[in-house]
């Protein structure tokens, strides 16, 4: 990137804006903030006073603007489609939405649809792919030669949940809202599921129609057997269990990394390298640089491969 104001744009002045914008600042990523909200707008310049940020939304700004090379879209997730679409429709040709890009594949296919008429790219930020946890343990699966299975638990903390901050489809859908960091993970260092068999029941999360118990099991596109059991009507909380030959992996809490010697009771800690994730949100930092500098070579998930996502997370969910 240049180091011209207008070659990014993020928009959003909420928290994961902050958080994005703390992380730019510290990159030395020249940018401008919009956001809708003139109060929101304020509050985040009183946190980066350096930071130019324009209240009054994307399409005033479009309006008198020439299109950034690059948005990083941390809007309200009913507009983000919305909003990307119009910022590719203007010229621009990079752009990362916070995830889950959107709550259906109709979305999603129409904005894919016109990536590709402008030849634009567009990334999803699942930021967990980027924990310096996750990064160390894919590091030790390749060392230990790989998988050999894998059960992960996405429970949700329903009583934590601040109902008022979200919207009635985000929390609908909540598999894809929130869930997901946790199922795309194991997708992340285990594959892709082949083969799927997924059950879904319960009625203990009212806002959550399609039900509050998830079991399924199945096996990815790498070989690797996997089981899943989730229950938003009991206690619990996300964990990932990665097996290989030698050890058991946790990530539970998914900042964290713990391992388990084949044949030893002793459920250690490991040390890590995770300054990044301390002194910025969890994962932003690389994943900010991953989008700016190099996205088709990282971790990032792209809109084709969120469409396949999709697929499976429906199932899992039984929208």
């Known amino acids: 990137m240049s180091n011209n104001l207008s070659d990014l744009v993020l928009v959003g002045a909420g928290k994961m804006a902050q958080a994005y914008s703390k992380v730019l600042l510290a990159q030395k990523v020249p940018f401008t903030v919009v956001g809708r909200s003139e109060d929101r707008v304020k509050i985040l310049q009183e946190q980066f006073p350096s930071v130019l940020a324009i209240s009054g939304g994307v399409q005033v700004y479009l309006d008198s603007n020439r299109a950034p090379k690059a948005a990083i879209i941390a809007a309200n997730i009913s507009y983000m489609t919305e909003i990307a679409e119009g910022f590719i429709a203007a010229g621009t040709k990079r752009v990362l939405l916070e995830k889950p890009g959107a709550l259906s594949e109709v979305n999603l296919k129409g904005l894919l649809e016109l990536a590709e008429a402008h030849n634009a790219e567009v990334y999803v930020g699942y930021n967990r792919r980027f924990y310096s946890s996750v990064r160390k343990v894919k590091e030790l699966i390749l060392e230990d030669g790989g998988l050999t299975s894998v059960h992960f638990d996405f429970t949700e903390m329903i009583p934590k949940i601040k109902k008022a901050k979200h919207g009635d489809a985000a929390l609908a859908k909540w598999v ?144």
């Open 176 to 319: 894809l809202s929130n869930s997901s960091h946790v199922i795309d993970t194991v997708f992340h260092l285990a594959g892709y599921p082949e083969e799927l068999t997924a059950f879904v029941g319960g009625n203990a999360v009212k806002w959550h129609p399609s039900g509050s118990i998830f079991l399924g099991m199945g096996r990815t596109d790498q070989e690797v057997p996997f089981s899943y059991h989730a229950n938003w009507g009991s206690a619990g909380c996300w964990k990932i269990e990665l097996n290989t030959a030698e050890s058991k992996y946790l990530l539970s809490p998914m900042e964290q990394l713990k391992a388990q010697k084949r044949g030893e009771m002793e459920i250690e800690q490991l040390d890590i390298d995770n300054h990044y994730d301390f002194d910025f949100k969890p994962g932003i930092y690389r994943q900010t640089k991953a989008f700016l500098e190099n996205p088709s070579e990282s971790a990032l998930v792209t809109i084709e491969k969120l469409l396949e996502e999709f697929q499976i997370l429906n199932r899992i969910a039984g929208y």
